[in-house]
């Protein structure tokens, strides 16, 4: 059973991903149910919704995302061990063959899933550390370069070593995450 899990700077990336989808902040209101001024506390920060209401809100603005074919396909077909997640939520879009082989998954297991929930002391660590850089203003903000631990988790194994992560956009606009495993640091 899949958990859900709060993410950090929760306002950047809804206003991120709500802008991409061109859906005004009124709009976004509507589809859950609260007023406008809740979804601009939310985005400047002044308020934070739990994890489920989190979950949530990037999950009603799915509809308004496109399918980005191309980008999976090419991730999914790198001989790299590298994987595709929404920036927003860290819902896996695509991953390599080489990626499933070191998680220790099928090829389409984790698709559709968030993989905050898994995230090692370092991952989340390196994620916060993005709050105090330029990540979520820079339309293309430098790759961030870190070392995790392993982590084994009933569903999923995290191998120890370098992360890469670097933005790329899908083909709507939206920003994702392009995941590289760099093996252990020399």
């Not at 396909?73 to 819902?91: F, K, M």
């Not at 989340?124 to 084994?152: G, H, N, R």
């Amino acid at each position: 059973m899949m958990r859900s899990t709060a993410l950090p700077v929760f306002g950047a990336r809804l206003k991120r991903v709500r802008t991409a989808v061109r859906l005004k902040q009124h709009g976004l209101a509507d589809l859950l149910g609260v007023d406008q001024t809740t979804v601009s506390r939310w985005e400047s920060g002044l308020q934070t919704p739990g994890a489920d209401l989190q979950a949530k809100v990037f999950q009603t603005l799915l509809p308004y995302r496109s399918d980005d074919a191309a980008l999976r396909r090419l991730v999914e077909t790198s001989p790299q061990c590298i994987h595709l997640v929404d920036e927003a939520t860290h819902v896996c879009l695509a991953y390599s063959a080489s990626r499933a082989r070191n998680w220790k998954v099928g090829r389409r297991d984790m698709l559709g899933i968030s993989l905050w929930q898994f995230a090692t002391e370092e991952i989340q660590k390196a994620e916060q550390e993005l709050e105090i850089s330029d990540w979520w203003s820079a339309v293309s903000p430098e790759p961030k370069l870190f070392v995790t631990s392993q982590a084994d988790d009933r569903d999923i194994r995290i191998s120890a070593g370098q992360i890469l992560w670097e933005r790329v956009y899908l083909s709507d606009g939206t920003p994702a995450r392009l995941v590289s495993g760099r093996g252990r640091p020399a």
